[in-house]
């Protein structure tokens, strides 16, 4: 190996630093895509299995929230009002609430798992809204906080905010007020949603039948081409091809520059096949030199924590870029490959 890389110093060094940019950008791409993957499986952990959206049409009538309780007597599943806003006096912003007007199952929550019953005056919040702190004020009404969901452990729960229907309408009583509509979700685990909107449509038709109601599903299903457009995992996607490119580029390059070894190599007899035979080899010891110097680079940024990321995450990955060394050798041979056969032993005294 160092006997090819001090004849051919600067193509070496390219195809080492090519090879280098490839097994960095397989590496961080597979860690990207970790990180989405687990983030997805605790938001499928912590989601309901079965949701709709419940769209109410007030057509210039008044609807309260003692009507919508009414309508949803012998209704089963959590039933949440939407779009609801709340903003807090010692923190900026306001924020959009998930409001339980009925609670027949459990909430799943990230930080401690599932709570049958939220409590009148509590709150579930976000750590990323409020520090640890055992209260929290909402428009001169001081609410008890039940439990802070950890942004750290479920990221996807960045701002969400958890509370009882009572409270919310308590606090917020204009909220129906010069309402053309009125938003609810339904969400189950156990229940046959249809089946509990039909008892809803029925019972709000009982208050007015001049009200139009209507659902649709929501989809809980995350598309791979979601993982695929994440920031940073196209980023690395696209290194990783780029490096590909060029590897491929700088390998060719090397057989120009060996066009009159390999020439007269081949007027003393050596065949294609064991000139490409031989090269495969020195590029197969670059590779495995680059891999090297790869893995050590990583498991320094791996110590250092600029990238959380799992032991045996990272053994896998290291495992992962072992064997696209097979891969990676072939892209870097098969236009070289083509290159030598063309090349004449009479190219050698031109």
């Not at 010692?90 to 798992?113: A, R």
């Amino acid at each position: 190996m160092f006997r090819v890389y001090k004849r051919y110093k600067i193509v070496s060094t390219l195809i080492i630093l090519n090879f280098i940019c490839v097994f960095f950008a397989l590496f961080n791409s597979l860690q990207s895509y970790t990180e989405i993957r687990d983030a997805l499986n605790i938001q499928k952990q912590y989601d309901y299995s079965r949701r709709i959206e419940v769209g109410i049409l007030l057509n210039n009538n008044s609807l309260d929230y003692e009507d919508i309780i009414k309508s949803l007597k012998n209704v089963k599943g959590n039933i949440y009002f939407k779009n609801a806003r709340i903003f807090f006096p010692d923190i900026d912003g306001t924020f959009v609430s998930e409001v339980i007007l009925k609670q027949t199952e459990e909430i799943p929550v990230p930080s401690i798992g599932s709570i049958t019953k939220l409590p009148r005056g509590e709150i579930i919040i976000a750590d990323n809204i409020t520090d640890k702190s055992k209260k929290i004020e909402v428009k001169g009404r001081t609410l008890k906080i039940f439990d802070i969901i950890s942004t750290e452990k479920a990221p996807y729960s960045k701002g969400r905010i958890i509370m009882n229907g009572i409270d919310y309408f308590d606090i917020f009583p204009e909220t129906l007020e010069n309402q053309d509509g009125i938003l609810l979700e339904f969400a189950s685990n156990n229940n046959d949603l249809v089946k509990e909107y039909k008892k809803f449509k029925e019972n709000l038709k009982k208050v007015s039948k001049k009200i139009n109601v209507s659902y649709r599903e929501i989809k809980n299903e995350v598309h791979p081409f979601d993982i695929l457009m994440s920031s940073k995992y196209s980023i690395f996607l696209a290194l990783l091809a780029f490096a590909l490119i060029n590897t491929v580029i700088v390998s060719q390059y090397w057989i120009v520059v060996r066009k009159r070894e390999i020439s007269i190599r081949k007027a003393f007899g050596c065949s294609d096949f064991m000139i490409i035979k031989n090269m495969s080899f020195e590029i197969l010891q670059l590779l495995l030199l680059a891999a090297v110097i790869s893995g050590l680079l990583q498991l320094v940024i791996y110590k250092r924590n600029i990238f959380t990321i799992s032991l045996s995450s990272y053994v896998i990955a290291i495992l992962s870029i072992l064997m696209v060394l097979s891969i990676t050798m072939f892209l870097s041979m098969i236009i070289p490959s083509y290159y030598v056969t063309k090349i004449h032993p009479a190219d050698g005294v031109k």
